[in-house]
């Protein structure tokens, strides 16, 4: 099977991005999700309007912080759910199809953040 | 291959082990188990944060009044129970990360390996640093 | 009057059996007697065909792991008062084959322990005359821990990857690579990566940590495991990075 060698040769990889994403994602999630899920939303703080917002993303930097905080811990779920899918579901046999969804919709999420981070005005 | 009176498959020099099947709910049989599938599920909650982020950054790119609904969505009781949720999960993917991480490296200092709890103190630490400034940024500072 | 605790203990005849049933004994509840006493005390009085692997009865040799109320433990370590007086579940260890009643079959466990190549790797060696290889006390320090291993396979019973994947190296394997890995008179590192990256070895761990809860050396495989991942991600971005330093 042509993925053998070289998928094995990527699982380091893969688990790098694994664990930059979860180190994000343990850092950087809980503050944001208390914020916009919860605190904004149920009026206990006082959410950015549509300006601040925007005057927030004018600095690149900002840009580049939401693109990581969107697309490493997506790579983190990808590596994470696909092993919890072959020990929690028992179907290592649909490998390549679950590799594909969760690497693959870690890559598309990473594309629809990039794309959305550089068009937005 | 012989096969003397009794079970099928037994022959004298070569005994038929018992393979026992692992059950799918493996997981539910021990506590600990258990505590170790939630803590991988935290990672759903983690995409869920994603997703949601992404909708934000595309309301963000369709204009104020795209913003506006997007605000409005997030004020709905069943997306606000949604993020309850998801908050404690995510909540849970910092503790265990925290309490497992430093384990991943032998952090040596002058020859003596830093004690453990003393990592996961300065991860919290950071924690409450980070989550400050990321604060301070959303409320207008 | 003495007091007596149950036993039931899982029995298995090939012979006889499609699978494994229980059997239920009274043992006396002596204030110091741990389950191996028990067993040993139905061998001896009670059923003569009961069937199970001990030595040293010190928890040094591990050879009496079996599962009591479903948890891992070296028989000769696990006292009958602890549980008394509920009744006590013997089971042979989890994940591994029945052979017989108690006994279970190991040569899985061993083919992975030989695969990590457990010894020191010398791409030379120093002549006799040239001494010993000399250690400090710290560098014993970085590896000694991983070195106290008893191979009881109680890591391997309570690891839900090893009873799932059976490509998985597991986690008594995994640390004695690493404490070969990480002594200073071996040189063998990069040979064990290629063997243990190939079929799975270390990758399907995903730190559920039970391995280092039951093992009764404190040896700490999961660990010895995560730090031999992050070991193998710095190797394989120094190899991408830096393709002209091969050793």
């Given amino acids: 099977m042509a993925g053998k060698e070289s998928g094995l040769r990527m699982e380091p990889f893969l688990w790098t991005l694994f664990s930059a994403g979860g180190v994000l994602a343990a850092f950087l999630i809980p503050v944001h999700l208390f914020l916009w899920g919860l605190a904004f939303p149920l009026g206990w703080l006082k959410a950015p309007g549509y300006e601040s917002a925007t005057a927030l993303l004018a600095h690149p930097i900002v840009r580049i912080y939401l693109l990581l905080l969107c697309s490493l811990p997506l790579f983190h779920w990808a590596h994470r759910f696909r092993y919890t899918l072959y020990d929690g579901l028992q179907i290592k046999h649909l490998n390549e199809v679950i590799n594909f969804c969760c690497y693959g919709g870690a890559l598309l999420g990473t594309a629809v953040a990039g794309y959305l981070l550089w068009r937005i005005p | ?141 | ?247």
């Fill in chain 3, 1 to 247: 009057m003495d007091q007596t605790i149950t036993l039931e203990v899982a029995r298995y005849s090939p012979e006889r059996d499609a699978a494994p049933r229980f059997d239920t004994f009274q043992v006396p509840l002596r204030r110091e007697w741990v389950v191996l006493d028990a067993l040993n005390y139905i061998k001896d009085k009670t059923d003569g065909s009961l069937t199970f692997r001990w030595s040293c009865r010190m928890g040094i040799c591990g050879s009496c792991g079996m599962m009591v109320n479903g948890e891992p433990k070296l028989t000769c370590a696990t006292f009958l008062s602890d549980y008394a007086p509920a009744p006590l579940r013997v089971e042979p260890l989890r994940y591994f084959p029945v052979v017989r009643d108690l006994v279970i079959e190991m040569t899985d466990f061993m083919t992975k322990l030989q695969k990590v190549k457990p010894w020191i790797i010398r791409k030379e060696e120093k002549p006799l005359s040239e001494g010993e290889y000399l250690q400090t006390p710290q560098q014993l320090d970085s590896y000694k821990q991983y070195s106290m291993c008893i191979n009881c396979m109680l890591c391997y019973a309570a690891c839900p990857v090893y009873g799932l994947d059976p490509l998985f190296s597991g986690p008594a394997a995994i640390a004695l690579a690493q404490r070969y890995n990480l002594d200073s008179r071996d040189q063998g590192a990069k040979e064990r990566f290629s063997i243990l990256s190939q079929h799975e070895g270390i990758w399907g761990c995903t730190f559920v940590g039970e391995c280092t809860r039951v093992c009764p050396k404190h040896v700490d495989p999961a660990g010895a495991i995560q730090q031999y991942k992050l070991t193998a991600a710095k190797e394989w971005f120094k190899s991408l990075l830096m393709p002209w330093s091969g050793k």
């Fill in chain 2, 1 to 141: 291959m012989k096969s003397s009176g009794g079970a099928p498959g037994y022959t004298l020099n070569h005994p038929r082990w018992y393979r026992t099947p692992v059950s799918t709910y493996w997981w539910l049989g021990q506590w600990t188990y258990l505590k170790f599938v939630l803590r991988e599920l935290t990672s759903i909650f983690v995409a869920f944060f994603v997703v949601t982020t992404l909708l934000q950054l595309r309301a963000l790119y369709h204009g104020p009044q795209a913003y506006a609904d997007f605000q409005k969505w997030l004020k709905n009781p069943a997306v606000i129970a949604l993020n309850a949720v998801s908050f404690c999960f995510v909540v849970y993917h910092t503790v265990t990360w925290f309490a497992l991480a430093p384990r991943a490296m032998a952090v040596r200092v002058r020859g003596k390996r830093v004690p453990e709890p003393l990592i996961i103190a300065a991860n919290y630490a950071a924690w409450l640093a980070v989550s400050g400034i990321v604060a301070w940024f959303l409320l207008g500072g």
